[in-house]
């Protein structure tokens, strides 16, 4: 800028012009980096939301119906996360059985070798048998922790001996599993209700209506314990909290959100 008279003070006008339009110019072109991320990375599922995801009466399920704390699990039998959390989920229903109610919904992530399973715990649903079936399956297919999966212990004719060792009816059990069979529709109407969700993987936890990102035992309890503190504090009785709370104010679909928002 220009020399100020000895002793005057040192005008700065220009000086500040050039840093603002600089300023603007980096503003501008960061913009522009943002957008494009924008639209390279896929938005994530806005976890702070109450998603109002509907029970289906196929859906298999252990716990009391008037539980006031609903977990709905995403999962399939070949998925390996699924396996490591299965025994935090017996663990937990052990230390609340009058208020903990875990609701299974199935995801082909593995294709159709996982498909045969998933159609079989609900069959074992709709004969109130879903307990014990899903856990001699996990016994079957995962042996144990550090082992690798058992795929053949997924395929239709072990599926019907687990079937028979359980003590379910299997005509029942192979007109439910049929192409045409209940099951089959149950499968394919829950894969699109979770897309609507914005649920892309397995396992993935709602507890009544929030999604839980920390699935390990601590993570989990303390999500069943905060809740129990909102069903006491909502004066809604508990067996109506996920039809009137829940069903009632949550969203609809999926909120997603970009991670450079």
Known sequence: GREAPAGGPVSTTPLATDDAARVTRVEQRLAKITGF??????????????????????????????????????????????????????????????????????????????????VAACAAGRQGKYGPFKAALWGAIWPSADANVDRAEAEPAALERQAR??????????????DDGPCATWLTDSGAMLERFGVGGTPTVYINGRVIDDRDYAGLKAAIDAELGRVSASGVPAARYYRDVVLARGRTEAVMISPFD
């Open 37 to 118: 991320l924008k639209q390279a990375v896929r938005p994530e599922l806005d976890t702070s939301q109450l998603y109002a995801l509907p029970l289906d009466p196929l859906d298999p399920a252990t716990g009391p119906l008037d539980a006031p704390v609903t977990l709905v699990e995403v999962f399939e039998f070949l998925c390996p996360y699924c396996s490591v959390v299965e025994p935090t989920l017996v663990r937990l229903q052990g230390e609340y059985p009058k208020t903990l109610r875990v609701v299974s919904k199935y995801m082909v992530i593995h294709g159709s070798p996982a498909v045969p399973s998933g």
């Open 165 to 178: 060792t359980v003590g379910l009816d299997l005509k029942r059990f192979r007109a439910d599993i049929a």
